[in-house]
């Protein structure tokens, strides 16, 4: 990206963005976080710019939202976007290697240790987090959170809004539906519907989250 990274969320996801981030990149290029929690004006040795009202100061940067939770993640996009930003920068991390065919929205964020193999497709503003797998012919929606180690077997649909916990696996040719979440270690075995909340092994339903509304 030719334009300064600002990241918003200086929270623990926002912390590892920046440093994968700046693995790949000149420390000038991140200007810093927006955070409307954090209090002082640097953290890890980051600056903090300030809260999420001061992103139309930075009129020359492009935008990452870093902030784990698909739902929260959509509620601040869409803060920003009512205040005028509109240039979102994905983050892939130096050794991350993308095939060709691969698809990747805006303002996404992509850690180390992934692996996207070949006819990939990942929506805007989803977050591919440390060692998550995605396997050939997978399609990712807007606004997913792949956890760290998730793995994504082939063919599997996974609409916008959902969140993969750590370490679960789900089996090829699934369809999860929008705005699910797949618990830490879940192995998916059947198709998931909107909204629903899966443990275990193999995955059954907990509870149902809020809807996940198109807007
Ligand atoms: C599945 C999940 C969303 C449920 O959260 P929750 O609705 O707050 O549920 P609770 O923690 O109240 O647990 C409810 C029950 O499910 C069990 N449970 C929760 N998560 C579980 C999991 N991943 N696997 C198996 N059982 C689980 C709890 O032990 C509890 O059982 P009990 O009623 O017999 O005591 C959550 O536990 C989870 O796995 N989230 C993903 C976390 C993750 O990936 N973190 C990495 C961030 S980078």
């Given at each position: 990206?030719?334009?300064?990274?600002?990241?918003?969320?200086?929270?623990?996801?926002?912390?590892?963005?920046?440093?994968?981030?700046?693995?790949?990149?000149?420390?000038?290029?991140?200007?810093?976080?927006?955070?409307?929690?954090?209090?002082?004006?640097?953290?890890?040795?980051?600056?903090?710019?300030?809260?999420?009202?001061?992103?139309?100061?930075?009129?020359?940067?492009?935008?990452?939202?870093?902030?784990?939770?698909?739902?929260?993640?959509?509620?601040?996009?869409?803060?920003?976007?009512?205040?005028?930003?509109?240039?979102?920068?994905?983050?892939?991390?130096?050794?991350?290697?993308?095939?060709?065919?691969?698809?990747?929205?805006?303002?996404?964020?992509?850690?180390?240790?992934?692996?996207?193999?070949?006819?990939?497709?990942?929506?805007?503003?989803?977050?591919?987090?440390?060692?998550?797998?995605?396997?050939?012919?997978?399609?990712?929606?807007?606004?997913?959170?792949?956890?760290?180690?998730?793995?994504?077997?082939?063919?599997?649909?996974?609409?916008?809004?959902?969140?993969?916990?750590?370490?679960?696996?789900?089996r090829?040719?699934?369809?999860?539906?929008?705005?699910?979440?797949?618990?830490?270690?879940?192995v998916v075995v059947k198709?998931?519907?909107?909204?629903?909340?899966?443990?275990?092994?193999p995955a059954?339903?907990?509870?149902?989250?809020?809807?996940?509304?198109?807007?």
């Open positions: 990206m030719s334009e300064p990274l600002v990241i918003v969320g200086a929270g623990g996801h926002g912390r590892e963005t920046a440093f994968a981030f700046l693995l790949g990149a000149n420390s000038v290029d991140f200007l810093g976080f927006l955070d409307d929690r954090a209090c002082g004006t640097t953290v890890e040795g980051w600056p903090i710019l300030g809260q999420i009202t001061d992103a139309a100061k930075h009129t020359s940067a492009c935008f990452v939202v870093a902030v784990n939770d698909p739902r929260a993640r959509r509620s601040i996009v869409a803060r920003l976007g009512a205040l005028g930003v509109a240039r979102w920068g994905s983050v892939i991390h130096p050794e991350v290697r993308l095939h060709n065919s691969a698809q990747l929205g805006v303002g996404c964020s992509v850690l180390g240790g992934c692996q996207l193999t070949t006819n990939i497709r990942i929506g805007d503003h989803s977050i591919l987090n440390r060692g998550a797998q995605v396997s050939h012919d997978c399609a990712v929606g807007d606004f997913c959170s792949l956890n760290p180690s998730a793995t994504v077997a082939g063919n599997v649909s996974i609409a916008s809004g959902t969140e993969l916990g750590s370490g679960c696996t789900i090829q040719g699934i369809t999860i539906g929008a705005g699910a979440t797949i618990g830490m270690g879940a198709d998931v519907p909107d909204n629903a909340v899966l443990i275990g092994n059954r339903v907990l509870r149902s989250n809020s809807p996940w509304l198109t807007q």
